[in-house]
């Protein structure tokens, strides 16, 4: 709270500070959708979802109090749900959680207007297109079997753990953890390979994400044309009958392009 | 801006909604989709993001020694009939064990009736902490 002035853009800072709501931004669409009254967004209470039209684009957004941080479950939720909702009818590109400009007026003026065209444009291109994100995670049990049945290293540490008090063995046990990981980063890699190599023939994109957890076997969103959809899915039920056991696969989706647009 | 694919037409088949839990959400709209930054500079409003940060470390000390616990676990599980002492010590083998009564059946299924709950908010074992983000830091 100094009393410095910022150059650019006091005027709408201070005048966001009077108004104590902000824009939250959802997302960028084609401007010829509907978005029904009852839709809610971020916030306590959830604010109602409205679009703001611009030329052949519009943005979904909802009113936020600013002195309120965000961040609930429901918040996240809340964005992510309404965003996959319309990504199943319309072309959607997806923003980050946490977009808040100051007016309604703002959002036209900086964010649709100049970036128009390059908006309407990815638009097009995702256009009968959705995101699908398949989660193989290996089965604790099954894995480390498999670790101790390869590795002979493996098998030594976790003898000389057994046979030893465990407040002495706290660096083997490091070690042990340290080569686990290991083993199992590598099997992660050949069976994301795999898994990329597999779906490459129904799929338009393919974005490999980090692994999420350390049992991790595969992450890697899919941009999918809607009508292999059925092929994708059919054989993502085959991949997970040959695993059987030694991972569990999750698909996710049908859900909006987060992984494929880039800033 | 860009879309990272080839372009092409598309079909019509509608979509289904997914189901997918808090941590999975995370995954996606914390790390994913366009950041509004490069788009706007004088409008931004930097409102606070507090969000659990489920996701798990990968790479860890903490991790290192879950994997050591859980081979210790496996050892005693397909070892148990030569090791009754050690069975005493470590009653959470039990449940691993061929014997399973009735009891220890329903106490399993409501076990993991917990776990799912839990799942659908804080994917696995590790603790949730509280992190503060703030736009500006992205």
Known sequence: MSGSIKQSGAGDRAEAARRDTACYVYGILPEDVEISEDAVGVGEPPGQVKIIRHGEIAALVSDVDVDRPLGRAQDLVAHEQLLDEAAAEVPVLPLRFGAVMTTPEAVVEELLAPHHDSFAAALKQIEGRAQFVLKARYAEQPVLVEVLTENAEARQLRDRIRQLPEEVTRNERIRLGELITQIIAAKREADTQAVVERFEPFTAGVVVRDPSHERDAAHVAFLVENDRQTDFERAVGELRSEWGDRVEVRLLGPMAPYDFVTT | ?138
């Open chain 2, 1 to 138: 801006m860009t879309v990272a694919v080839p372009p092409a037409g598309g079909g019509g088949l509608p979509g289904r909604s997914s189901g997918s839990g808090l941590a999975d959400v995370i995954d996606t709209i914390l790390d994913k989709g366009l950041v509004i930054d490069a788009y706007v500079r004088v409008s931004l409003v930097g409102i606070e993001i507090l969000t659990i940060d489920v996701r798990v470390v990968v790479a860890s000390v903490d991790t290192y020694l879950r994997f050591a616990e859980a081979v210790n676990r496996l050892d005693l599980a397909s070892q148990q009939q030569g090791l009754p002492d050690l069975l005493s010590s470590a009653p959470q083998s039990i449940a691993r064990g061929k014997s399973k009564g009735v009891a220890q059946g329903v106490l399993e299924a409501a076990g993991e009736k917990l776990q799912d709950m839990l799942a659908s908010y804080a994917e696995e074992e590790p603790a949730p902490r509280a992190r503060r983000r703030r736009r500006e830091d992205d």
